[in-house]
């Protein structure tokens, strides 16, 4: 094949021509927007050249896919001498994520295994996968289509706690590196595809910015192959990331540009592209047109027309020839590219280290797979990628979040698979398993990837969820000295064989039921059980936070809004609630309401259901708060209250003794319960004086005091304020030591 002589450099020929602008040469603007390997591009390599690379890849160790496919995504590729260079060996990819650990890594002496730099690309590297793909710098785009179904809408789907249904995409995909789908025509498909391509026409428009400097991030490809009813089969590379960049670009193709279409017209143009998508002769066409391009440009000179044309049909893709898990080991397409769609379209953090920690604990989950602790199943479920009778199958457990979230903290403390994760969640981010401090970073860590339960559109991250269990979340004394001794922290009871078969909502509430009425019956397991699963309701619905000296409030007698009459941490109040008849029922309603609301509506489900306050009445049995038949929403502080009798003697004597310090303290009792608010008054007051000086001195004309004495007397004023402040007493310190820590030996 002739290799083209090397273009002219943009702007060699001088801008002294008047007809700039008619004749096309690109203004100083322009010679800077081209996109990256545009200038070095060379001719498109001919189908032959192309047959030749699909039969060296296929024999590669992370090529999984077969002839037809192989040569289907490498149909389009450039550079075609550097594709094959950039696969990695499954098991050089295993090493190197093995290896790949974060902050404590970076101080290892031992040399890593070499890898392509595409293999450790965050985007295509998932929570138990990574995709096995070579990058084609400027491949040709009319050779891709769209998914038959939005991703971001599977994305939503597959992870739809929050939205009462499982719904199946129909995207399936047991041969590792592909996808398939069934259904009755290809007219089915054309229309599927023409309803994505008319929703990205609407929605989305980055018409002029590929027309100026292309596209710049990589659109992520697949193989397909769709089965038709009539025992037919068709292979198609589709693009599961990007895909309202691809359609932005056939925009400048067909010359809409950036105009603002209508449904008809919309509607007009998709069925216009998904054609052209499915012509025989798209790539041969979109390779003459490329190379006769790159012909003028090398001849004559880049014009705007040249920029433009292969602007809109060459774009970076990275095209997904084999799909394998972490250790190294073919796996479902399916399994990475539902994670894929979920990590890049859900789950973003705010916090840093999240999608980091999230990992370490997938990892974990691997471990305890390989050590046969737990089956695959078992491991799909508790990284939320199983839903309805598939998860109950795996866990023998009612679909939803409560049973979801709990049997990972169940799995993470266990006897059998927990030391292998625990171990390896600390090997992973470089931990120490025996710091005193661990089991608070493991809470956060595991707290961190049990938010993925917790999706909805309107909240999508849960940083008080997660910095509740940070401080020790629902998990008892009692549960953590199992731990060291090789038990289970607490366990979580199955539902029986007649039960699996429930719709979910109506198993939760029957295992709920059951659970109410053994943890009543003094079964310290099902208290054990009650705790975590009522606690977390607590944590989830913010009823119960984090310990904060900023909370406590030892002077008022009345609940106070975000306050707290005592200070304790969240796993001392569950052990308290558990200990009293009405602990035990604010924990089993809270639960109830949480599995009477969830999945379904309202989507936020964090809000959606009820903590309800309770009160014991004259005959010492207790009740729920509804006035008017409405159940009356418990407050923090109504929390507090409700386990003050479930704390042990001395506690309590301790709290007491800290809240009559406290209100003696306040001028010999003269002091109201609003005390709290008249300091915030006097804080408050103190600001708007010192504001008012700031802006005073800052003046370009201030005000001036008609004589010194008059300054004098304010300073004294203010002198005097000060040592008064001075006087305001202070409360008392709380004891010293964390009364969450276990005690040390010997005491």
Not at 175 to 202: C, I, K, S, W, Y
Not at 545 to 567: A, C, F, M, N, V
Not at 605 to 620: A, H, L, M, Q, Y
Not at 684 to 691: H, N
Request: glycine residues 6%.
């Amino acid at each position: 094949m002739s290799t083209l002589a090397t273009f002219p450099a943009p702007g060699a020929y001088g801008d002294e021509d008047a007809t700039l602008d008619v004749i096309g040469k690109l203004t100083a603007e322009q010679n800077a927007s081209f996109a990256a390997g545009l200038l070095q591009m060379q001719p498109i390599p001919a189908p032959s050249e192309l047959q030749a690379l699909t039969a060296a890849a296929i024999p590669h160790p992370a090529v999984t896919l077969d002839k037809d496919a192989v040569q289907a995504l490498l149909s389009g590729v450039t550079h075609h001498h550097e594709v094959l260079d950039q696969l990695a060996h499954p098991e050089t990819m295993a090493a190197q994520l093995h290896s790949a650990r974060s902050n404590g890594r970076k101080n290892a002496k031992t040399t890593l295994p070499p890898v392509s730099p595409l293999g450790r690309l965050n985007r295509l590297t998932t929570d138990m996968c990574y995709a096995s793909a070579v990058h084609s710098p400027l491949h040709q785009l009319p050779g891709l289509k769209v998914l038959p179904v939005n991703p971001r809408f599977i994305a939503l789907l597959q992870h739809a706690f929050t939205k009462g249904r499982v719904t199946d995409p129909a995207i399936e995909g047991s041969t590792p590196g592909l996808l398939e789908t069934r259904l009755p025509t290809q007219a089915q498909l054309r229309d599927m595809m023409v309803q994505t391509v008319q929703h990205h026409l609407l929605d989305y428009d980055w018409s002029d910015s590929i027309a100026r400097t292309g596209i710049q991030q990589p659109l992520v490809g697949m193989a397909m192959r769709v089965h038709y009813d009539n025992g037919h089969t068709e292979l198609i590379v589709v693009v599961i990331d990007g895909q309202s960049r691809l359609v932005s670009a056939w925009r400048n193709t067909l010359k809409i540009d950036g105009r603002k279409l209508t449904s008809t017209e919309a509607r007009s143009y998709a069925e216009q592209i998904v054609g052209r998508m499915f012509a025989h002769d798209a790539v041969s066409t979109t390779r003459k047109t490329v190379n006769d391009a790159l012909q003028t440009a090398a001849t004559h000179s880049w014009t705007a027309r040249e920029v433009l044309l292969l602007h809109s049909h060459v774009a970076p893709v990275n095209l997904v020839l084999g799909t394998f898990t972490r250790t190294g080991e073919p796996c479902d397409a399916t399994q990475w590219f539902t994670e894929f769609l979920t990590q890049i379209h859900l789950r973003t953090r705010s916090w840093g280290g999240g999608s980091d920690r999230e990992k370490a604990v997938a990892d974990a989950l691997s471990t305890a797979v390989r050590a046969e602790k737990l089956t695959q199943d078992e491991a799909a479920a508790l990284s939320g990628r199983l839903h309805g009778e598939a998860f109950t199958r795996a866990t023998r457990l009612p679909f939803h979040p409560a049973f979801a979230r709990a049997a990972l903290f169940e799995a993470v403390l266990s006897a059998g698979a927990g030391p292998h994760i625990r171990s390896a969640i600390a090997e992973y981010l470089s931990l120490d398993p025996n710091d005193k401090g661990f089991p608070r970073k493991l809470l956060e860590i595991v707290a961190i990837f049990a938010t993925r339960f917790l999706r909805s559109d309107e909240k999508t991250v849960f940083p008080q969820v997660v910095h509740t269990w940070a401080d020790g979340g629902a998990i008892t004394r009692e549960m953590w000295a199992r731990v060291p001794g090789g038990e289970n922290a607490f366990t979580l009871t199955r539902l029986e064989p007649k039960h699996l078969d429930l719709p979910p909502r109506m198993a939760a509430e029957t295992a709920v039921e059951l659970l109410r009425k053994r943890a009543e019956e003094d079964d310290p397991t099902a208290r054990d059980e009650l705790s975590v699963l009522g606690g977390d309701a607590l944590i989830v619905a913010e009823a119960l936070t984090r310990d904060r000296g900023s909370k406590e409030d030892l002077i008022s007698t009345t609940p106070q809004d975000k306050k707290t009459p005592y200070r304790s941490k969240p796993p001392s109040i569950v052990a308290a609630l558990r200990a009293t008849t009405a602990g035990r029922l604010m924990l089993s309603e809270a639960l109830a309401d949480w599995v009477a609301k969830v999945p379904g509506q309202p989507e936020d489900f964090s809000r959606g259901f009820v903590v309800p306050k309770i009160e014991t009445v004259n005959d010492g049995h207790p009740k729920i708060v509804a006035p008017y038949g409405l159940t009356q929403r418990a407050t923090e502080w109504d929390v507090f209250d409700t386990a003050y009798p479930g704390l042990s003697s001395s506690r309590r004597n301790q709290v007491e003794a800290r809240q009559k310090a406290a209100r003696a303290a306040g001028k010999n009792g003269n002091k109201d319960e609003n005390g709290s608010v008249t300091l915030k008054t006097l804080q408050r007051d103190i600001t708007r004086v010192q504001l008012t000086i700031e802006k005073i001195l800052g003046s370009s004309n201030p005000p001036r005091f008609a004589e010194a004495a008059h300054r004098e007397e304010l300073q004294q004023l203010l002198w005097k304020l000060g040592g008064e402040v001075g006087l305001i007493p202070v409360a008392v310190t709380p004891p010293s030591g964390d009364p969450y820590a276990l005690p040390e030996e010997g005491e």
